[in-house]
Every structure is written in structure tokens, then in C-alpha cells.
């Protein structure tokens, strides 16, 4: 393995442990690309939890836009990350359009309430998560096959970590739960963003959370060949991301949901074994 595929692995391995493990299921010549596939995915995600302004955060995606526009001309950037793709694009036929769908959605992740209503969250969530189970089948030899299983498992993974996510998020006044769905319950986005949990807030939780159940069931519900199930893998630890989340007097700016290591990578296995998530 090459210094910048490993380098991609040790970011992975450190910053988004469920799509690690899932990569380790993967054929030990693909791993490499999976993980620089991931690292993009965590350069892009990460934006907006780093920049203040939203002009910074536009500015570094469109730094990524352009690196992986270039790769298709044959010019490389002196990133790792990049650099790792480069050898990914020249191995499969990964659609251009699904990296840019990627980093366009990212855009949402610097706006204060970026959601109108659950259309738009799961329209974000398969841009994302689900391109990204997209990209990683047509690493794992599956072509666009897996495309519509890779839709509702990567809406339910998603849902599962902006729940999680919720209160940092919160606290640098960024939001990524409906707007309708607040309204209705009668939950203030103003009160959220000062720490502050209620009865409508619950309600909301619980009417994502039944979203992504239903998500992961419909994903389940189309035949998935084992060999390529480690691109829709992370979705397995769907149900144990939401079972603390839905717990009676659950609180998400004071309670920490944090799955231990070897529980998600049993849950993974279970799955393999099963040949469904």
C-alpha cells in the first residue's frame, strides 16, 4: 500500500472508525481505495465544523471541487487525499457527478437551518451518505447495482449522525433537523441553540429516528451480494446509534451516546454473516 493510501486509512481509522471497519470486510486490493474514498468523504464533511464564516467554508470546497476536476485532466494536487484518488479514478469508473452531488450538499452544512422539511434532509442525506455507499459499491465491482439499496441504507446512516451530532452542531448555531417537523412540535430552534431539550424536541427525534427504521428496512428489503455488502456496511450499526437516542428522558445535551468499538464491529459482522444489515 502506498504513503498515501496509508494515509487515508490512519485518518480514517482516527476520525470515522465505522467506515474503517467496514473497509477491513472489503478485499484486502480494494481496502486502500475504500479508505481514500472515505478520507475525501471526512475532508468534505468536515468543513463545517471548521470554518466561523460561511465564505471559508465555500472557498475550501470549492479547493476540493477543483482537485477532483482536475484529477480527470490528469493534474494532481500535493494532498495525500488527493493524491490516493488519483490512483482510485485511474482503477474504477467512478462517476464525476457523484463527487460533485457530494461536496454541492456540503454546502448545507454551513447554513444555521439548512432543512425545510424531511424531503430536503433525506435529498442531503443521499447526497452524502448514500453517495458515498454509491462510490464505494462501484469500488467493490458492484457498478451502479447497489445504487437504490445504497440510497435508503445511506438516508438511515445519515439520520443516525446528525441525531448524534445534534448538540454540537447546536452549539455553533447550525441545525440539521426540519424546520416543518420543529414547528409542528413546537420546538424552537432558538431554544436548541441555547442547550435547552423539551417534549417537541423528543418528538422530533422520534419521528427521524422511525425515518431511518424505515430506511434500513427498505434497504434490507433488496437482495445485496455478500461480497458487496461492505459498501452498505456502516448502516448496520444503524439500530444501536438509535436505541440510547430513544430512551425515556433522554437528553441530548447532557447524555453521550457513544457505542463502544467492538459492539459496532460485532454488529458489522452479524450483518456479514447474514448477508443483510
Keep these: 500500500m502506498s504513503q498515501n493510501f496509508e494515509s487515508c486509512e490512519d485518518i480514517i481509522r482516527k476520525s470515522d472508525y465505522d467506515r474503517y471497519a467496514a473497509a477491513v470486510f472489503a478485499p484486502k486490493r480494494v481496502r486502500g ?29 470549492q479547493w476540493w471541487r477543483d482537485a ?31 463527487f460533485d ?30 453517495n458515498v455507499m454509491r462510490l464505494a459499491a462501484r469500488i467493490l465491482g458492484a457498478g451502479e447495482s447497489l445504487d437504490a439499496a445504497a440510497r435508503d441504507a445511506g438516508i438511515a446512516y445519515a439520520i443516525a449522525g446528525l ?14 433537523l426540519p424546520v416543518a417537523s420543529l ?11 441555547a442547550g435547552e ?12 429516528a422511525e425515518a431511518a427504521r424505515t430506511h434500513l ?8 451480494p455478500r461480497k458487496f455488502l461492505p459498501a452498505l456496511l456502516p448502516a448496520a450499526v444503524v439500530p444501536l446509534y438509535l436505541k440510547p437516542l430513544m430512551k425515556a428522558g433522554f437528553n441530548p445535551f447532557r447524555d453521550v451516546v457513544d457505542i463502544p468499538i467492538h459492539r459496532r464491529q460485532l454488529a458489522m459482522l452479524g450483518a456479514v454473516m447474514k448477508g443483510r444489515l
Design 183 to 193: 414547528r409542528a412540535a413546537g420546538a424552537s430552534p432558538d431554544d436548541i441553540f
Design 217 to 224: 428496512r427498505a434497504a434490507n428489503e433488496i437482495s445485496t
Design 163 to 176: 441525531l448524534r451530532a445534534m448538540p454540537y452542531r447546536a452549539a455553533n448555531r447550525r441545525l440539521a
Design 33 to 61: 481505495h475504500l479508505c481514500a474514498l472515505y478520507a475525501f468523504n471526512y475532508e468534505i464533511a468536515k468543513t463545517g465544523e471548521t470554518v466561523s464564516e460561511v465564505l471559508a467554508g465555500q472557498i475550501r470546497l
Design 68 to 98: 477532483i476536476a482536475e484529477l480527470r485532466e490528469g493534474k494532481r494536487r500535493e494532498h495525500p487525499v488527493v493524491l490516493a484518488l488519483a490512483e482510485v479514478l485511474r482503477a474504477h469508473d467512478l462517476p464525476q457527478n457523484l
Design 197 to 208: 431539550t423539551s417534549a417537541g424536541l423528543a418528538t422530533v427525534y422520534a419521528e427521524l
Design 101 to 130: 452531488q457530494m461536496i454541492d450538499a456540503r454546502e448545507c452544512d454551513l447554513d444555521e437551518l439548512p432543512f425545510q422539511d424531511m424531503a430536503g434532509l433525506e435529498t442531503y442525506a443521499d447526497a452524502t451518505s448514500g
